[in-house]
């Protein structure tokens, strides 16, 4: 019952931006851990970034101060907004929900209940 869709992903020039977005049904995003995570081809899945509905954020030391999460109540969705992208930034994009007490114990783990298939970032030199 529970979707995550992930759109917004492409091919963009290093230097550019993209912002992903994760529409959700069967789970509220205003009751939930929402986040980011990535992995790119012969890497381990990396948290990104989280977010709870009391909109304290967490990030990775990677993207602090280049990504910004964000949620939209009133369409239950979830937001990535990436700039100044970077070559190291490509890689398969995932959203991810958990319960919203999540976002205290461990936000940035794996360990999510439900996950989108994914939207593709690719970043050119």
């Known amino acids: 019952q529970v979707q995550l869709v992930e759109s917004g992903g492409g091919s963009v020039q290093a230097g550019g931006s993209l912002r992903l977005s994760c529409a959700a049904s069967?789970?509220?995003?205003?009751?939930?851990?929402m986040a980011w995570f990535r992995q790119a081809p012969g890497k381990e899945r990396e948290g990104v970034a989280s977010?709870?509905?009391?909109?304290?954020?967490n990030y990775a030391d990677s993207v602090k101060g280049q990504f910004t999460i964000s949620i939209d109540f009133a369409r239950n969705t979830l937001y990535l907004q990436m700039m100044r992208l970077k070559p190291e930034d490509t890689a398969m994009y995932y959203c991810?929900?958990?319960?919203?007490?999540?976002?205290?114990?461990?936000?940035?783990?794996?360990?999510?209940?439900?996950w989108g298939q994914g939207t593709q970032v690719t970043v050119s030199s």
């Open positions: 069967g789970v509220a995003v205003s009751r939930s851990c």
């Open positions: 991810a929900a958990a319960p919203w007490a999540w976002c205290t114990a461990g936000s940035l783990r794996d360990e999510y209940n439900f």
């Open positions: 977010i709870g509905s009391d909109g304290l954020t």
